[in-house]
């Protein structure tokens, strides 16, 4: 695991700022200590956004939904240290890898998680994870033990913990933060408690 991928897994969330301001929703998350956040670039202003919250002391700014070769130089570009993809594209991997970027590609079924890992996948974002349960990651994690897996879509303060021990290496939080995201800390709290 690269030492942006140890730092997901440290910090345990990812704040994906999928929303019309992401650097004011992103700024008011890092300040209330969620300082792992995700731009997806098909959001308007993605890249200034990504450029905005890199400044930020501590914040370690990834990009989403990063589709091809050129998505994933723009967003090195503007400052991500790490990429997420809805699904596996081998290039995107190969682009971080070699700017030292952690790569997150998408996959949803064992054989799509099996895939990434070997494509070289730092971590692998469980996607839509809102149609899973905690107890299918952890049934995953039996047959495929070395998945290092970032469940996203439907996680918040209320079942964030439940993925986690499930054996999560860290989840991807939406919604949950970008309508309210003064409560970053109450999400932080649920994942210690």
């Known amino acids: 695991m ?7 897994a440290e910090r345990r969330v990812v704040a994906i700022l999928r929303c019309a301001d992401p650097v004011a929703v992103g700024t008011a998350v890092i300040e209330g200590g969620v300082d792992v956040v995700e731009v997806p670039l098909n ?14 002391p501590g914040a370690l700014v990834g990009a989403g939904t990063v589709m091809s070769a050129a998505d994933a130089r723009a967003a090195l570009d503007a400052g991500a240290r790490f990429l ?9 991997v190969e682009a971080a890898h070699a700017a030292g970027a952690a790569a997150v590609p998408g996959a949803f079924t064992p054989t799509e998680v099996d895939a990434c890992t070997r494509a070289g996948a730092d971590l692998v974002k469980l996607f839509p994870a809102d149609r899973l349960t905690p107890a299918d990651l952890r049934t995953l994690l039996a047959a495929l033990p070395d998945a290092r897996l970032l ?16 054996g999560a290496v860290a989840v ?3 919604g949950a933060l970008t309508r309210e995201p003064e409560r970053a800390p109450e999400l932080l709290a649920a994942l210690a408690g």
Do not use: Q
């Open 2 to 8: 690269n030492a942006v991928a140890a730092r997901i």
């Open 43 to 56: 959001v308007p202003g993605a890249l200034d956004a990504i450029s905005s919250l890199s400044a930020m």
């Open 84 to 92: 997420l993809s809805p699904v596996l594209r081998p290039e995107v």
């Open 151 to 166: 469940p996203s879509g439907g996680i918040s303060a209320a079942n964030a913990a439940a993925w986690l021990a499930a």
């Open 172 to 174: 991807g939080v939406g």
